[in-house]
């Protein structure tokens, strides 16, 4: 008898990788903290998310929260690695039926009580979905999401007030 079984057509994952330095004015100590789904809150404005699993109900190692999909399903975030000494933290992220990725983020010292924020998102398509929205997270999306983040966290620093969305444009 002839094998009927359904074979899917060849799939090819993509990925892209997407790194900038933000400026941050305020030291380390002061900045990382923010870096935390609960504290974003304060300062991002749009952000939202869901805490799934927290013993603190912050930021934390293996903490896992939700944000909500546009149009697809919520993506699911774990905290791979976090490190508040060395004021790193690595979140491991994945859209069902879409991507995974990888936000690594490094706050160093800065001159002048600054600090620099290294941001680097890895995205591995899983579907001919996920690849497609690799394709729309161009050079010029991702400056303009990270830039408004740097002159988000910057205002919320500088105001303790959230910068409205739109009211920043990148370099």
């Given amino acids: 008898m002839p094998n009927t079984a359904k074979v899917d057509p060849p799939f ?3 990925r892209i990788t997407r790194s900038y330095r933000q400026t941050i004015d305020a030291p ?3 900045v990382f903290p923010l870096l935390c789904p609960v504290r974003e809150a304060e300062w991002l404005d749009g952000w939202r ?3 799934l699993y927290s013993v603190s109900g912050l930021v934390e190692p293996g903490a ?3 944000t909500p ?3 697809e399903a ?3 975030w774990i ?4 490190d508040p000494e060395r004021f790193q933290v690595v979140f491991a992220r994945f859209t069902p039926d879409s991507r995974t990725c990888t936000l690594t983020l490094a706050v160093t010292p800065a001159e002048r009580g600054r600090s620099f924020v290294d941001v680097c998102y890895t995205y591995t398509g899983l579907t001919p979905a996920g690849n497609a929205y690799l394709e ?5 999306a991702f400056l303009a999401a990270v830039t408004f983040w740097e002159a988000s966290m910057n205002h919320f620093l500088k105001t303790g007030a959230r910068l409205p969305k739109g009211s920043c444009t990148a370099p």
């Fill in 28 to 30: 380390p100590a002061t």
């Fill in 136 to 140: 729309r997270f161009t050079s010029e």
């Fill in 12 to 14: 090819t994952a993509q």
């Fill in 64 to 66: 896992v929260f939700s």
């Fill in 49 to 51: 998310y869901r805490m």
């Fill in 74 to 76: 919520d993506t699911v």
């Fill in 79 to 82: 905290v791979a690695q976090y």
């Fill in 69 to 71: 999909g546009d149009g």
